[in-house]
């Protein structure tokens, strides 16, 4: 069983309330309340600013050049192409990117990006890709998930480019070498006295990303 496998199988309870929740069927079939997602998208936008900077530290916490790269190439990803989707969506409800970024931070969005940035600077590279798994090969698997499903794509589906973002080929490229490249690492530096740390890292890292759907889905049972 590969590392990441492992990681999955020991925190299996925190990994289906994270990629099975409620609000990730809503979007597979658009059922999803509008107020919800928007919450979301919002928190979203500052999420992925703090994971720059989680990136940013992995790039200084590399050990080789290689290593550097990689978390370089992350770090981009964000910045230059994941971002440009909260944009392009939160453009039609008439918010500019510095309305995002004045937008006030909701706490289960800083206790994610806290947690992983605080794992990080305690830990060495290996403990950080741990922090940072569940979201980003996390969100290719969700989305994958949900792109086989039939109202995925439907023009009725308002959710539909969320979907195709996260399950096209450049996400799910950027995925595949993110857990490519924590393989690696582990194969280095996952000695079995470390294996119980890196485990409760993933399931905290996962239970943070599960209460980060809760928070928007929330939002969207209140106004209902
Ligand atoms: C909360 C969260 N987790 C994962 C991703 C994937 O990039 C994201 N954009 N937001
Ligand atoms: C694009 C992206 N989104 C969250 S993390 C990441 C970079 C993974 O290497």
């Known amino acids: 069983m590969s590392f990441f496998e492992r990681l999955k199988t020991e925190a299996?309870?925190?990994w289906r309330a994270y990629t099975e929740h409620p609000f990730t069927n809503g979007l597979a079939d658009g059922s999803l309340p509008e107020a919800a997602f928007r919450h979301y998208l919002v928190q979203d936008y500052l999420f992925l600013i703090e994971f720059a900077r989680?990136?940013?530290l992995a790039v200084y916490k590399s050990p080789r050049l290689a290593d550097m790269r990689e978390a370089a190439?992350?770090?981009s990803a964000i910045l230059d192409v994941e971002m440009n989707l909260h944009v392009k969506l939160c453009a039609e409800w008439g918010l500019s990117p510095s309305d995002l970024e004045q937008a006030p931070p909701a706490a289960e969005m800083l206790a994610y990006t806290r947690y992983v940035l605080d794992a990080g600077m305690r830990g060495d590279l290996l403990a950080l890709k741990?922090?940072?798994a569940p979201c980003v090969i996390g969100y290719a698997e969700i989305a994958t998930r949900l792109a086989s499903r039939p109202a995925a794509d439907a023009a009725s589906n308002a959710y539909r480019v969320w979907i195709a973002e996260y399950a096209g080929v450049p996400y799910q490229e950027v995925a595949a070498k993110a857990r490519t490249h924590m393989e690696h690492l582990a194969d280095l530096?996952?000695?079995p006295a470390?294996?119980?740390?890196l485990i409760a890292i993933f399931k905290e890292a996962t239970r943070l990303e599960a209460d980060f759907w809760e928070m928007a889905w929330r939002t969207g049972q209140a106004v209902a």
């Open 73 to 75: 190439a992350g770090l």
């Open 12 to 14: 299996s309870v925190e």
């Open 130 to 132: 741990v922090a940072l």
């Open 54 to 56: 989680a990136y940013a």
């Open 194 to 197: 470390r294996e119980a740390e």
């Open 189 to 191: 530096y996952a000695t």
